[in-house]
């Protein structure tokens, strides 16, 4: 039998954010007591998980209930958050999932267990028919929004603020009773509207292309060369289509952003027991959800003027105007960047970091610095003593007690003169230069040091590079240079060996301080910064790697300090 891969997801989730719908609107004569008996008739398929018998029911119970019957409000508040969730179990829903080649077995959302075709290795692989992504968007366009339209308009717009139901374990799929009110309508309809504007841009936009060539390989965990695999063979795809829903699609997200605010404002005045409420603020979180609050208002400032996104004192403040990505929309194809073969941006590429007036102001310098790109750190190395090695040049995230740590990156140059480092914009780096006077490969005594002036260097990005981090060789490394062999001469690599001296007690041996090293692949190792004239002795830890450890004697190890080889 073929391996599948099993998806899950939790009901609750589903019930606060779900995306997707069905449809069978109508309205039909009074009659309290069928209208009733048809709310408690479609709760009781929801205790059952059965989603389109209650949705079916749910939609009777509206079609039978006039507004001042008592079950009105509870009709309507049930068939609107249904008749949205029942889209996954439509027949064109269904059909998409027949043929991504998904199991028959597992689709329901209260219990989400659906299983995809997967090779022998366990990857997954879809059918040379699945459908492509054009198709799943029409679906998004042709039944989720007309049934989101739906229940905004006929359905949750008749509700009053009093609205409130108690929905028992069974009902949510949760462990506890939960009460769903109008602050939590007010949160399922900034959903919808969002959604349907989220429809509307993808609508827009080429983003045709072939699920089933495009998705095992994101899936799977594959190399995924968006110059590659993506853009050259679909050019087209980013180009604008449709502008027109461009406009709607700004409207929806208004709506959207205004209902945020009220339910927010609903919320946060209520004051029953919040803690069964389906959504509820913690006191201990109001900073958080008023951080989010300032957004949604800046968003929404940002429909019809340059609003700053955030309080404004960033280092590199975001100004959005999104009234043109709306109402004069552009191709978002002209405005990629470029990207490297491991599908990284590559810093200062983007041909418009305006987007066209949409981010106000925005330049190269600032993307480097919102996306953390690497830029080009440049500067001189000069020598004050007489230089006959290649000089590397490096950079390291950390430095401590004279040690540098986390190695970033590193060039060489044939003699003194200009390098060229790539750093993370916004980041702290310290800068070392050596000249290999041995050619042993390892900065070691004898080699020619010297560091940045101003270490530790803070990487900003201006005109796209960091300049004047000049470097001066002007110290000659003092300290200890060995090798690690097996007898027959050949290295061991990874060895610890550190720097100790020896106490009056010649039983003794005190660590110098965090001088130690590790064997490379040549099996060298080196101490410096020892003192010309400091008597050391060579403690050798090879444990985990199953080798003798001890002080080193000059011809083999020993557990006894005054036995240690000492050099000065």
Not at 368 to 396: A, C, K, M, R
Request: glycine share 6%.
């Amino acid at each position: 039998m073929s391996n599948t891969r099993r998806m899950v997801f939790n009901f609750s989730v589903f019930f606060t954010l779900s995306l997707i719908v069905t449809a069978m609107p109508g309205r039909g004569m009074a009659d309290e007591t069928s209208a009733s008996q048809f709310v408690t008739q479609g709760r009781t398929f929801l205790s059952q998980h059965d989603i389109p018998a209650a949705t079916d029911s749910f939609r009777q119970a509206v079609e039978a209930a006039e507004p001042d019957d008592p079950s009105y409000q509870l009709a309507n508040l049930f068939y609107g958050v249904t008749r949205v969730l029942n889209v996954a179990y439509s027949d064109q829903a269904n059909a998409l999932l027949d043929r991504t080649g998904a199991s028959s077995e597992g689709r329901n959302l209260y219990d989400l267990d659906v299983e995809f075709p997967e090779d022998d290795d366990g990857d997954l692989v879809l059918p040379p028919d699945s459908p492509r992504s054009a198709e799943y968007i029409n679906f998004l366009e042709t039944v989720l929004v007309p049934e989101i339209d739906a229940s905004l308009n006929e359905n949750l717009a008749v509700l009053s603020s009093t609205v409130s139901v108690m929905l028992t374990p069974e009902e949510t799929g949760t462990d506890d009773p939960v009460e769903f009110d109008y602050g939590d309508v007010l949160m399922f309809k900034y959903c919808l509207y969002a959604t349907k504007s989220t429809v509307n841009i993808l609508k827009s936009y080429d983003l045709d292309v072939d699920t089933d060539e495009i998705l095992p390989p994101l899936v799977n965990g594959y190399h995924f060369s968006i110059n590659d695999d993506l853009l050259n063979i679909y050019p087209e795809l980013l180009q604008l289509l449709t502008p027109d829903q461009m406009a709607a699609a700004g409207d929806s997200i208004e709506l959207s952003l205004n209902t945020y605010l009220q339910a927010s404002d609903f919320i946060r005045a209520e004051t029953d027991n919040q803690e069964d409420d389906f959504i509820s603020f913690d006191p201990d979180s109001f900073d958080d959800e008023q951080d989010y609050r300032d957004l949604m208002t800046d968003l929404l400032g940002s429909l019809s003027e340059p609003t700053v996104i955030g309080n404004g004192d960033e280092e590199h403040p975001m100004t959005l105007y999104l009234y043109p990505f709306f109402n004069t929309p552009l191709s978002l194809r002209d405005f990629l960047p470029d990207f490297d073969a491991d599908s990284h941006i590559i810093s200062c590429t983007f041909p418009d970091p305006t987007f066209a007036g949409i981010v106000v102001d925005y330049s190269n310098d600032d993307w480097n610095y919102l996306l953390e790109l690497d830029i080009p750190v440049q500067g001189n190395v000069t020598d004050s003593l007489p230089v006959s090695g290649t000089i590397h040049v490096e950079s390291f995230e950390d430095y401590w007690n004279g040690n540098f740590y986390d190695f970033s990156d590193s060039t060489t140059i044939a003699g003194p003169g200009p390098y060229t480092l790539k750093q993370t914009t916004d980041s702290t780096v310290w800068i070392r230069a050596w000249s290999d006077e041995d050619g042993n490969g390892i900065l070691s005594p004898g080699d020619l040091f010297g560091e940045a002036e101003q270490n530790p260097v803070e990487v900003t990005s201006t005109n796209c590079t960091h300049e004047g981090v000049n470097v001066e060789l002007d110290t000659e490394i003092t300290g200890i240079v060995g090798r690690v062999t097996y007898s027959d001469g050949s290295p061991i690599s990874g060895i610890s060996v550190s720097a100790v001296r020896p106490e009056d007690d010649a039983e003794w041996c005190s660590y110098y301080d965090n001088v130690w090293a590790s064997t490379d692949e040549n099996g060298m190792f080196a101490f410096n910064g020892i003192p010309s004239g400091m008597p050391v002795s060579i403690d050798i830890y090879g444990l985990s790697q199953g080798f003798e450890t001890g002080y080193w004697t000059g011809s083999g190890v020993s557990d006894t300090c005054g036995d240690a080889a000492i050099f000065i």
